[in-house]
């Protein structure tokens, strides 16, 4: 315990060091905990920025705009358009890269207009371990990563969270919607909205961790292991739902949700890192 109290107040020493920050905020564990930290530290010199695109479901933007308003920090909705480069469409596996590079675009054109000087994300550092492309896009733009220099990992974050009161300490990791499309597969709104959909229909259905994986024709389900009895037991109401969307085929993934199962095909790709 006395570790993790030596890494929050580094935390806390970081960003007092930095002066002013311009927060990339989605609402998520890590991201709503930088922002209360740097809000409580900087005061209105800590800005959040959410960045709004077809690949944010709605509930997750207004679920932003909630935790801002509760934490009481400057909260700033911009439109990115990721969708727009090809390169990202295309979906290749290094598609969080162009995402990073739109994103940081604009919060690097936001900053000069505020007069801030840097710009930070919710990288924590457990998140060196995966498959994370958007990284570089971070070192290019000179985005820093406090919870990394911290040394904060995911279960550090989650505990002072729970710690300071913010209702996201244990929400499930998110990730953003074209993260449900397998590699090579072309990422259109539609396909986006789709699967948005598709996701809300077990959201309402009171499921807690879940991903609906888009295979063309083909939605492949993932929930958390202790709910795939519960999945059985929907299972006509939610094929019913989603093949109201468009899918022809409704699946349940056997292993259940895991992080990042869309990578696992990496490791059969010579060359991909």
Wanted: aromatic content about 8%.
């Amino acid at each position: 315990m006395e570790a993790l109290e030596i890494r929050y107040s580094r935390l806390q020493a970081i960003l007092r060091g930095m002066g002013e920050v311009l927060v990339a905020f989605s609402g998520g564990v890590d991201s709503t905990f930088l922002v209360k930290v740097a809000f409580d530290v900087l005061g209105e010199r800590a800005v959040a920025v959410t960045a709004d695109s077809p690949s944010l479901p709605r509930r997750e933007l207004e679920e932003a705009r909630r935790l801002a308003a509760e934490i009481g920090v400057r909260h700033l909705v911009i439109e990115t358009h990721e969708l727009d480069d090809p390169r990202y469409a295309a979906n290749p596996a290094n598609r969080c890269y162009f995402c990073k590079t739109e994103l940081f675009t604009r919060l690097e054109g936001l900053a000069r207009e505020l007069g801030f000087r840097w710009l930070a994300y919710g990288e924590n550092a457990d998140d060196a371990l995966g498959h994370r492309p958007g990284a570089q896009a971070a070192q290019e733009f000179g985005v820093r990563s406090p919870l990394k220099e911290a040394g904060l990992t995911k279960a550090d974050v989650r505990a002072l969270s729970r710690r300071l009161g913010l209702p996201v300490w244990d929400k499930p990791a998110f990730a953003c919607l074209s993260s449900r499309f397998p590699y090579g597969s072309t990422i259109t709104a539609e396909k986006l909205r789709q699967v948005e959909a598709a996701e809300q229909v077990l959201w309402e259905l009171g499921f807690r961790q879940f991903r609906v994986r888009h295979h063309g024709d083909i939605a492949r389900i993932e929930v958390g292991r202790e709910e795939r009895i519960r999945l059985l037991e929907v299972a006509e109401e939610v094929s019913d739902r989603l093949r109201a969307l468009g899918f022809l085929y409704v699946t349940m993934d056997l292993l259940g949700y895991r992080t990042g199962s869309m990578n696992e095909v990496l490791v059969k790709v010579e060359g991909v890192r």
